[in-house]
């Protein structure tokens, strides 16, 4: 399958069930960095899509949630809002779609499976949201989000909090507490990005951002404890 030609656009726009004004913005979307240089998309790839992608998805969860669950406090909603946003979360969606057959790289990422890999699926899965709201605004971005994330807004009860979560898992097996280090601060300040590792017992470690140190310790404890096959 070759993504990059109209008739790669068209099938996945039939899967998305959204027709795009500006193809070009799906092919970038779809472009890992390892692609070959075809076109000016192609040349920056889904990295700068995924980062608004990001923003859009908080948005869009945060509002879903403020509607459906009236009687959580902003503890429950932040904990509901971590599980829905997660690399997890994200890379089962894209896996749904069949997002990966579509993800244009070079030849030698594709048969390493990078395609599979869950990091590259949930990274492509929020460019491809940035994708539909540059493309037709917050609407096509929205009722995709609702599509495709209802079953997971359909658990009855929040989920504990990672953090607390995870100091239980370690603190169960007699190992030190988790440790959380910030290992980047980024933006302006307004707009401060933490990015944040959690290690336990030295070997056990998970990197995440989020625009608070909380709100990254508690992604990082939620992405350690999905990789330990744990829920939170």
Known sequence: MKPETSGG?????????????????????????SAPQRSAAARRGY?????????????????????RFPDDDEGALTRRQVALVR????????REIGLGDFVIVSS???????????????DV???????????????????FV?????QYFDATQPPRDPKTALQEWAQARGLSLPNYVVIETS??????????????????????????????????AAALLASLGEIA
């Open 146 to 150: 609702e599509r495709y994330w209802r």
């Open 187 to 220: 933006g302006p300040p307004h707009r401060r990005r933490f990015t944040v590792t959690v290690s336990v017992a030295g070997d056990k470690t998970e990197t995440a951002s989020g625009h608070s140190k909380r709100e990254a310790e508690t992604a990082a």
């Open 9 to 33: 656009v068209e099938r996945l726009e039939a899967a998305l069930e959204y027709r795009f004004e500006k193809p070009s913005l799906l092919i970038e979307a779809l472009t890992h960095p």
């Open 47 to 67: 990295e700068r899509l995924e980062f608004l992608g990001d923003r859009v998805l908080d948005l869009i969860v945060a509002q879903l949630l403020w509607q």
């Open 125 to 143: 899965c929020e460019a491809l949201i940035a994708a539909l709201y540059l493309d037709g605004g917050i609407g096509p971005a929205q009722r």
């Open 87 to 94: 690399r997890e979360t994200l890379a089962a969606v894209a």
């Open 108 to 122: 030698g990422e594709g048969a390493a499976g990078v395609r599979e890999n869950t990091s590259v699926l949930s």
